[in-house]
């Protein structure tokens, strides 16, 4: 069992590093001709130069990450950390949560380390980091804890739904992930203002475009804000998120600051599109689809002794098992991300098309390129990568379906 976790470990870290170098072979082809006006020469040397040192970090942090991994499950880190928390208590609850929490938190501070080169050096060396230390501290703090949390709730759920009706669980779990993620979604505004501060449009001119297009899509606005991300960087975003009461329109400070009236609306048309064509509606059977087969594979791999024993436990430990259950996945999220990745593309084509029906074309693809000339976005990713990691098709491929449209 034990030369078995360590193969697929290898097989897929060497996918993933496979996928990243095909990223950075990319990034010197030929320009398709309708994003060539995107960057000027001086600009597209910029971009190549900034793209160059974006995808050799991407690389660079794959290996780290998978040398982490590799760690914990070469040392048995793990079977110490049980002895260490053993020795001091039974509780199985925390037990299970000091192990599994702990590597959680480890691999957290790496990449945040990490982290702290691609923010200070290269995002700054091209113009776009805004943070400060403290704010890069706080931003980390808070979602270290909020997935801390977040993990550390579903494993005791996990472990007390197992006390009480053994391993029929992973059908309860089932119904429990699947509520987790509307959970999520529901809650998505509220988590973004852990981090941003959220203030209402002021009356004017974009607020009444914006309404207007809201009244003309029959789309029932609850909120309109101006997020703060200039705090953090100078790229650009628009989002809606969340849905019911929570139903939330957020503008990037930077969009509002960099952008016309109109293309900021066109961007808007274009997130309204993905609720009118009820985008997350129609992703739900694949989503169901993916919890059954994660469900089916960690029944066959948590609770087995073998799998724990490998590792030096001397029974089945289930932390353990959950640990070990998200290298047993990669190869199944590989082959579940391409119709995943499909389905969000095709969306993303319908939601741009829902914009060019409401704002025009025209407006619409210089938004685009806008977003990406300051970005400094990727024209020419490879398209097997565009296939099993993108959820938006490349920008020359939305620009021929607009003027289609």
């Given at each position: 069992m034990r030369m078995l976790i360590f193969a697929i470990f290898f097989a897929t870290t060497a996918f993933d590093l496979f996928l990243r170098y095909l990223y950075y072979s990319s990034r010197n082809a030929p320009l398709p001709e309708n994003v060539r006006d995107v960057f000027d020469s001086e600009a597209y040397k910029k971009n190549q130069a900034y793209l160059t040192e974006k995808l050799k970090f991407l690389f660079i942090s794959g290996l780290v990450g998978a040398a982490v991994t590799l760690a914990f499950l070469g040392f048995n880190f793990h079977h110490m950390l049980y002895g260490f928390v053993s020795a001091r208590t039974a509780n199985i609850y925390l037990t299970s949560?000091?192990?599994?929490?702990?590597p959680i938190a480890i691999a957290?501070?790496?990449?945040?380390?990490?982290?702290?080169?691609?923010?200070?050096?290269?995002?700054?060396?091209?113009?776009?980091?805004?943070?400060?230390?403290?704010?890069?501290?706080?931003?980390?703090?808070?979602?270290?804890?909020?997935?801390?949390?977040?993990?550390?709730?579903?494993?005791a759920l996990f472990l007390f739904l197992h006390r009480q009706i053994g391993d029929r669980v992973f059908f309860a779990f089932f119904f429990v992930l699947i509520a987790f993620q509307l959970l999520l979604a529901f809650?998505?505004?509220?988590?973004?203002?852990?981090?941003?501060?959220?203030?209402?449009?002021?009356?004017?001119?974009?607020?009444?475009?914006?309404?207007?297009?809201?009244?003309?899509?029959?789309?029932?606005?609850?909120g309109i804000y101006v997020v703060n991300a200039s705090k953090r960087t100078t790229k650009m975003n628009a989002f809606a998120t969340g849905f019911g009461k929570t139903k939330t329109i957020g503008l990037h400070d930077t969009l509002v600051e960099k952008l016309s009236h109109d293309e900021i609306v066109s961007i808007l048309a274009h997130e309204i599109g993905h609720a009118k064509k009820h985008h997350i509606l129609k992703r739900m059977p694949l989503f169901i689809v993916e919890v059954a087969i994660i469900v089916a594979v960690a029944y066959f791999v948590v609770v087995r002794p073998e799998v724990s024993m490998a590792f030096g436990f001397a029974g089945a430990n289930m932390a353990f098992g959950i640990f070990v259950l998200f290298t047993m996945l990669q190869p199944v999220n590989i082959v579940l991300s391409i119709p995943e990745r499909a389905l969000s593309r095709k969306h993303e084509y319908e939601a741009d098309a829902f914009e060019v029906e409401h704002c025009g074309a025209q407006t619409a693809i210089s938004a685009l390129k806008k977003a990406y000339r300051d970005g400094l976005g990727d024209l020419t990713p490879h398209p097997l990568v565009v296939k099993l990691k993108h959820n938006h098709p490349t920008l020359s491929q939305r620009i021929t379906a607009m003027e289609k449209t």
């Open positions: 949560m000091f192990i599994l929490l702990v957290g501070v790496v990449r945040s380390l990490l982290g702290v080169y691609d923010t200070f050096v290269t995002e700054a060396r091209y113009g776009f980091n805004k943070s400060t230390v403290g704010t890069f501290v706080a931003d980390f703090v808070k979602m270290m804890l909020l997935q801390l949390i977040l993990m550390g709730g579903l494993l809650l998505s505004p509220l988590i973004l203002r852990l981090t941003y501060k959220f203030t209402p449009l002021e009356e004017g001119e974009l607020k009444t475009k914006i309404e207007a297009l809201a009244q003309k899509t029959g789309y029932k606005l609850k």
